[in-house]
């Protein structure tokens, strides 16, 4: 099983996240753990524009103002 957990400081811009998507298929991780994500809300759209893998499930944690923000695929 590969794992990746990444302190991601801000997963709010787009390039920021087509280098992390182009990174994780790469890497091909069976789970993967983002701290940091300074996301205040994670739905399905957001979820598939940092990882394209079909049928999987997430769990997050939102924000708090400009920090913290957990996101696990």
Do not use: H, Y
């Amino acid at each position: 099983m590969k794992i990746i957990s990444w302190n991601i400081r801000g997963l709010g811009s787009r390039k920021k996240r087509r280098v992390v998507k182009d990174f994780l298929r790469l890497q091909n991780p069976d789970v993967v753990m983002f701290q940091e994500t300074k996301r205040e809300e994670c739905d399905r759209r957001f979820v598939g524009s940092v990882w394209s893998v079909r049928n999987k499930e997430w769990a997050a944690l939102p924000a708090c103002g400009a920090s913290g923000g957990i996101l696990i695929i």
